[in-house]
């Protein structure tokens, strides 16, 4: 037997972490909805504020790194996402658009907390928050560097980012 490995400690956002995240929301939606979704320039900012009108937030912990992956959606996209699931038109943000964002989120950040500890990061699973409010803005307890990448399903628009404290 060998020892066990190690760790990775030093996480930073890099072009391989969006890649990753990218590739992971793709095919979250191509699998589970049928759904391709396309991605913008990803970006790295200082102080970002998550803007949304739905969004699910998760915290990434990892020995001594906190962070946290969010979802944010304007509600329309959101709806759109859920109606071809469940059948039915949404109008207003209900138990049932909470609990799929919820369900998103915790599928988004399963793969890409995969994806991240093949290469030796060992983050742990999480249970998602929902924050919901027309044109909410979520400001983080992690002020530091953010990857921010805009995705796109159809003319629908949504956001994934990733802030690590600093």
């Known amino acids: 037997m060998g ?8 996480f930073e956002l890099t072009d391989q972490v969006a890649d990753i995240v990218e590739s992971n929301v793709r ?3 191509l699998s589970m909805f049928n759904l391709e979704a396309k991605t913008g320039e990803h970006r790295f900012e200082r102080d970002h504020v998550d803007q949304g ?7 990434m912990v990892q020995q001594e790194m906190e962070g946290t992956l969010t979802v944010s ?8 996402i859920l109606r071809d699931i469940y059948g039915r038109d949404f ?3 209900d138990q ?9 989120t915790n599928v988004i950040y399963s793969m890409v907390k995969r994806g991240l500890n093949e290469l030796g990061y060992d983050f742990k ?8 409010g027309e044109n909410h803005q979520i400001f983080k307890v992690q002020v530091g560097q953010t ?16 802030t690590i404290r600093s």
């Open 3 to 10: 020892a066990a490995k190690k760790a990775t400690t030093n």
């Open 27 to 29: 095919d979250v939606f």
């Open 53 to 59: 009108d739905v969004s699910g937030t998760v915290g």
């Open 73 to 80: 959606f304007p509600k329309q996209t959101i709806f759109n």
């Open 91 to 93: 109008e207003e943000v």
């Open 96 to 104: 049932t658009v909470k609990e799929g964002v919820g369900e998103l």
């Open 125 to 132: 699973m999480a249970i998602p928050d929902i924050v919901v």
């Open 147 to 162: 990857l921010v990448l805009p995705f796109q399903l159809g003319e629908e628009k949504f956001e994934v980012s990733i």
